[in-house]
Each structure stands twice: as structure tokens, then as C-alpha cells.
């Protein structure tokens, strides 16, 4: 194998084959393909891009993404004040947002210590709580720092966020508003669950219902006291052309686009169509089989791959005679360490061989890894560390 | 807080409240009971104690129950190569058993150097096909080093391994015989599968029917050819009575025991006679709420504690009341970073409060971190970092 560079933890340019396993592999050509498909989907519509990060959760896949889009995308999302660290820090992203709350002084002093450490990046982050007002007000004045604040406001998730028709929307836009070391960004309006409903007249439905709903009870009580926020945000990969539709979100959050997973490919346009393609997918290998029984042991159990929303599928990234053989295969985590493969015919992956998998969710699948590389005709193009996976 | 050292992610002494949530606790006095007990449960019955390190895949407590047990456990399992690395190289584990296949000369390379590197110590791998064989004899010829090499023999769980009535055993032990770089070490014998098995009586009929008597079976078989194996490994922390009960094995492979888990608690007498305790939790913040509801959203959802075997329960390490009062609380996942308590009676956890949650299944959840921290009296007495976390 070629030298490694030391601050890699794979060459540049090394094979396919030489990888150990189980490895996080990205298709560059996949990957460009969704980049730049987003952007042409949203342009023009009156909505800006914001990618979640929350997806890949690194620096440098930040960099990568920010220079692929040549300027068209300037602000990013994240999900933990780690994500937020690593993608201004490492990423040298100037406009983020952490669509969730912070509740400790520790946390809030995090942020504002991030904000004052590059002043030339906006710093945004979400309340839900009066008392999330105040400690981020007395972390911004101790770093001498200012933070960004928007209210989220409940779009039928029952998780975080007030409810769209209470005074505390009203209420908590005052105190960011009194406080001269926060400006209010706008408003939090988003619905996880509805991401993957399949048809998408059901999601049009369930968007207009939901964040749609709730957007506009929110906005029509503001108005009422001449408050309009500059910016309402949320959605994500699954409802993107719903969203767009009801129109009352003028920036979007999707993450998931750029890999895809296997329960997104299940929504019934986002693959069929040739909108996004799969481009994120575990190598692993066969490390135990038995032919007759059609069972091939891979080196890829639970710890290697989210299962939460389902077992992966089993393909080929180079091979489509070996993709289509694996079509009716299925997975098992045989453990932790064990994925076990059944219906495998014979002859079919020896000892040894690599098999590749499609998570059925990128993000949590993503966290579990160091690195993941990004793979254009079978070498090594990029490696892109995972700073933030963990906390 | 007090300044840290570099090398450390959080300073010794540092007090609970300011750790950084969600976080990996290890409560001391829990710890250093179960370790005691599981070798005082092992001591004179004729089989020896080699604890497995894919419940904590840390160099440092590696070093740390080394010398808590005064000499007597001096060998340890691994279930990855990276976990094998760590025990040996930052753990100071001078035998190690990989209790797992490798099939890649990469893989069975990364073995032989690292044998190679560390002269005294022992390195175990398992096999259940001669290609496997093959595959570490070259690696430990390319070395100068030598591998040993145990083979596996299937209890019933159908993942690895090689049936016990079938000629593959004693043709395996040969192929390993016949090279001069590997050791024959014996045979593997382990079912994952029925350490869940809820009362005794089904778990030693389990024990004596699955690993019993393969072991049996594959024991006979070898006879018949004068050959005995030094050593039958085998069993973990569920059915460690059983196993010594059953007699077959003369090696006990127990990890979670150190820890314990939500899911070894609901065995019947794993707890119920207090064998061992919990010695793990989770630390979380609730970072949004809605008293009227009853609920509070914690920082740690699907990232922060593996759900496979089911969702953790919420308690108090050191408050009995609050532990009381969330005996009834429910948690679901509410996304990756999103953990939804449900029940909470009011006044309880305000807004910003720490609470405690016990995993279902340690090994994958202390997996999504990159340390835990050992904790007595309410304040940071160890900093482990998870070495071999990930691959």
C-alpha cells in the first residue's frame, strides 16, 4: 500500500479492495449528481439551501460542499453544539444554525465562546423556553459575543417547540428582542416524522397540514403586533417539493439528499425519478460462510450500521451481475459484529470477498464511523473525518 | 472547571453537574463490586476467567482490570482487530483471544504485526475454514511471528462456526497443526443468543443442549484422533452459572458483567439476588419541555444509546425520590439527538436537570462514545478513552 500521509487515515488513491473493512464509502459521482440537483430544484423557488449537517457531520465534507456550490450555498444547519464547533471551526462554514435547543449554561457558553472565537460567522440557535433566553443572553455578554435566535415553534411533532397558536411565540420573540446580545432570526418550523411518508399526495397533505399550518397561525399572530420574521426554516430531503409547494417556509434544511439512505428510497419519487441517487453504502466483507445453507457472515452487525429504521440491503457498486444476484438476499445482524446475509446463491461471494450495503439511515450510520472516503472508479478521492460524531 | 490536562477529555475531579451531556458514566463502587464478584463466582471451579473487552474496547480500563484483579485475570477477549490492537498496544493485555474470523490477508496482517510488535504477548484469532488457516499462516510467516488459532464450533446460533458432528473439526485442528507458525489453542464454543434466556432452569437447559453439547460432541470426535484441546471457550455474563454448571468449558468469556445492562437485568436472578449491579448509565439534559404533557426532551436519543434491545429506562444515580418518581416514565427515541420522556409527574426535572438512563444493551451504546468516565461521590475519578470505538 502507499504511504499514508499522517494526518490520513487512508491515502488518496488507494484501491477499492485495499480498504479495511467495514468502511463508509460515499460515490463521488452520486454525491455531485445530488449536490447539484438540490441546488437546481430550489433555485428560483424562493427558498434558500441550507444543508443539515447533522448528516455527515464533518469539517471537511463542509469545505467540499461549500466550494462544489460555488458560492449558490453560504449557510449550514447542525443538530449538537459539537456539530456546530467542527463545521465553523473545520469547516469554515460562516452561517449556521443548530435547529435544536440548549438548556445548560455549559452548552450556551459553548456557543457564544464559538461566535466570539470567529466573529465574522453568525451563530444561530433555537428556544422554546424563556429560561433558554436567559442563558444564552448571559453566555453572549460573557464572551462579549452575539448569538442568533429563532423560536421554534411545534408543527405537529410533539418534541421541542412551543405551540403555533400560544402567546409564548409572541412572548419569547419579545425577550430575544430585549436582550441587546441576541438578534431574533425568525422562526423553527419542522416536522421529522413526515419526511417519510411514501405518497407524495399524502405528504403534500401532511405538509400543509403540518409545518404549513403552523407557519402560518404563527406568522398571522406576529402580524398582529407587527413583528415578520426575516427567516421561517425547516424541512428536509423527504418533503422538499411539498415544501416548496405550500411556500411558507422561505429556507429549507435537507441533509439526507446528498447520500440518500434506504428509507428515503422507499418515498415513492425521490429515487424513481432519478432525482437523488444512492451514493452513501458500507464495504464490508465475508468473513464466515456456509454455501449450502446460502448464509455469508459479513463483518458488519449493529455496530456497524443503523437498524433502527431497518435491516440494509446487500448490493454491488461495480459489479450489476453480482447486484442483481444479492437482489433477493436478505440481512440479519447477526450481533455487533455480525451481519448475516441468507438466500445468497451459490458460488456467489467467497470467503473474503466485499459486499456493499445501503443503510436504511445515513445519519446514525454516519456517527458510528471515524471517516468515510469518497470513491471515484474504485480509488480513494477523499477522506473526510467525522469530527463530530459523538458529542 | 479546572484546568484540563491535554491528554484528557475531562479533568479528574471535575463534578458531575458540569459534565458535558449526553455522557458515559461508570459508578465506582458498582464497578468495583461486579469485577470482584465475577471472580470470586469463577474462583476454584475449574475454569478460568478471560473477560471480554467489546463491553468496554478501551486500552485504559483494560489497564485498569488488570490491576483491580491482582494477577489473577491476565488474558482478555476482543471481538474486532482494532479491539485487539487496543487491548494489547495501549492496554498492556499480554493474551488476547479475538474471539471472531478474520478472512482478508489485511486483516490477518494487522494480527501478525501486532504479535509481531509485542513478543510476550499471545495473540488468538478463531477459524471455521481452511482458507482462513492459510490466510494467518502466511501473514505470521510474512511476521516472524507466531498466531493461535482456536477453532470455532457452531452451539446452535448459525452464524460462525463449524458444526460439531461434521470431519471439518478435526481437519481444521490439522491445518492448523500443520503449520509452524500457528499454535492449535483448542476450541470456541459460544452462543450469544441464550445469554438472554430469562430463568435459569430454560437457561441451563439452554447452556446443556447448545454449547454443551457441541462442545461434547466435537470433544469426542477429537478423542477419537488422541487429541484434547488445552482450552473450551466459551459463555458470557448470562449464563455464567450455567456454564460452570454444565462443565464443558474450562474458559468463561463474560464482558457485560463490568457494566451490566437493562436487557441482563431482566434476567431472573442476574439482578434479583444482587450478583451485580448497574454500573453504567447514560448522563442527559432535558433541553425542552412541556409540563401539562408530562414531558421532557432529553439531549440523548437514538445517537446516544443503542435501542436495538429495546428503549432505556430513566432513574436518579443519586437522588432515591427523583428515582422513584420517574419509576413509571416512558423514553422514546424522538429522532437521533431527541430522547421523549413521557409520565413525568410536574416539578419533576425542570428545564436544564440532569437525569440518568440505563441502556438496554451496553456493548453498541458505549460504542457511540469516545469516553466514559468513572465516577465516586459525585466527581470524575477516571477518563477512559474508547479506543477501539468504531473500526
Given at each position: 500500500m502507499a504511504p499514508m500521509p499522517s494526518n490520513l487515515p487512508v491515502a488518496i488513491r488507494t484501491p477499492l479492495r485495499q480498504l479495511v473493512t467495514p468502511a463508509l464509502l460515499v460515490l463521488m459521482p452520486q454525491l455531485e449528481h445530488n449536490e447539484a440537483a438540490m441546488r437546481s430544484l430550489v433555485r428560483g423557488r424562493g427558498a434558500n439551501l441550507r444543508p443539515h449537517a447533522k448528516a455527515h457531520k464533518s469539517g471537511g465534507f463542509t469545505r467540499w460542499l461549500l466550494e462544489q456550490s460555488?458560492?449558490?450555498?453560504?449557510?449550514m444547519c447542525t443538530q449538537t453544539v459539537g456539530e456546530t464547533e467542527a463545521i465553523v471551526s473545520l469547516?469554515?462554514?460562516?452561517?449556521?444554525?443548530?435547529?435544536?435547543?440548549?438548556a445548560t449554561d455549559t452548552a450556551a457558553a459553548r456557543l457564544a465562546s464559538l461566535a466570539a472565537a470567529h466573529p465574522a460567522a453568525t451563530v444561530g440557535v433555537l428556544v422554546d423556553h424563556r429560561l433558554q433566553v436567559e442563558m444564552l443572553a448571559r453566555a453572549a455578554a460573557t464572551a462579549k459575543a452575539k448569538l442568533r435566535v429563532l423560536v421554534e415553534v411545534d408543527a405537529?411533532?410533539?418534541?421541542c417547540g412551543v405551540r403555533a397558536d400560544s402567546p409564548e411565540?409572541?412572548?419569547?420573540?419579545?425577550?430575544?428582542?430585549?436582550e441587546p446580545v441576541l438578534d431574533w432570526g425568525g422562526l423553527h418550523v419542522y416536522h421529522g416524522g413526515i419526511q417519510h411518508v411514501r405518497a407524495p399526495s399524502d405528504r403534500l397533505a401532511a405538509v400543509t397540514a403540518g409545518p404549513g399550518e403552523a407557519a402560518r397561525t404563527a406568522l398571522r399572530s406576529l402580524s398582529e403586533h407587527k413583528l415578520k420574521p426575516q427567516v421561517v426554516t425547516g424541512g428536509g430531503t423527504g418533503?422538499?417539493?411539498?415544501?416548496?409547494?405550500?411556500?411558507t417556509h422561505n429556507e429549507l434544511q435537507p441533509g439526507s439528499y446528498l447520500f440518500m439512505d434506504g428509507d428515503y428510497a422507499r418515498n415513492e419519487d425521490l429515487r424513481a425519478d432519478g432525482r437523488f441517487f444512492q451514493s452513501l453504502f458500507l464495504h464490508a466483507t465475508v468473513i464466515s460462510l456456509d454455501?449450502?445453507?446460502?448464509?455469508?457472515v459479513l463483518d458488519a452487525g449493529s455496530?456497524?450500521?443503523?437498524?433502527?429504521?431497518?435491516?440494509?440491503l446487500a448490493t454491488s457498486i461495480d459489479d450489476p451481475a453480482l447486484a442483481e444476484a444479492l437482489r433477493d438476499v436478505t440481512y440479519a445482524s447477526g450481533g455487533d459484529e455480525h451481519g448475516v446475509l441468507r438466500g445468497v446463491p451459490p458460488g456467489v461471494l467467497p470467503l473474503g470477498s466485499t459486499v456493499q450495503l445501503v443503510p436504511s439511515h445515513c445519519d446514525p450510520t454516519v456517527n458510528l464511523y471515524d471517516y468515510m472516503v469518497g470513491v471515484r472508479n474504485g480509488l480513494?478521492?477523499?477522506?473526510?473525518?467525522?469530527?463530530?460524531?459523538?458529542?
Open positions: 460555488n458560492g449558490e450555498i453560504t449557510g469547516g469554515g462554514c460562516k452561517d449556521v444554525l443548530l435547529t435544536n435547543e440548549v405537529g411533532q410533539d418534541r411565540v409572541l412572548s419569547l420573540v419579545r425577550a430575544i428582542e430585549a418533503t422538499l417539493m411539498e415544501d416548496l409547494q405550500v411556500g454455501e449450502s445453507a446460502g448464509k455469508r455496530k456497524a450500521c443503523d437498524l433502527v429504521c431497518g435491516p440494509p480513494v478521492e477523499h477522506v473526510w473525518t467525522i469530527d463530530a460524531r459523538g458529542y
